[in-house]
């Protein structure tokens, strides 16, 4: 079907920045949003950032003003740019996307196996 690859997890100190990519391959695709979510230890997974295929961007409040969310649907790669990150930031994120294939329509929801982000006080 279709599958999401992350990438460029690391450890970072506080203040600084890394860029998460999401590589999508397999099956063609229409895209209705793209996300990124994080799961911190001993906490449930949460949404961090959206873009739907229009376009249209979401964050949650703990992030605005620092994450960037955004595509280039020409490499299929979905990115977030962390800046000025936190000890609080630390977790696995993940990416998923939900859409449909575009031969059969079959409805999608897929998640990436996740990278891990560690920023130290």
């Known amino acids: 079907q279709v599958q999401l690859v992350e990438s460029g997890g690391g450890l970072v100190q506080a203040g600084g920045s890394l860029r998460l990519s999401c590589a999508a391959s397999?099956?063609?695709?229409?895209?209705?949003?793209m996300g990124w979510y994080r799961q911190a230890p001993g906490k449930q997974r949460e949404l961090v950032a959206t873009?739907?295929?229009?376009?249209?961007?979401n964050y949650v409040d703990s992030v605005k003003g620092r994450f960037t969310i955004s595509r280039d649907n020409a490499k299929n790669t979905l990115y977030l740019q962390m800046n000025s990150l936190e000890p609080e930031d630390t977790a696995v994120y993940y990416c998923?996307?939900?859409?449909?294939?575009?031969?059969?329509?079959?409805?999608?929801?897929?998640w990436g196996q996740g990278t891990l982000v560690t920023v130290s006080s």
């Open positions: 873009i739907t295929g229009g376009g249209s961007t």
């Open positions: 998923n996307l939900e859409g449909r294939l575009i031969t059969t329509r079959q409805y999608l929801q897929v």
């Open positions: 397999g099956r063609m695709f229409s895209m209705n949003v």
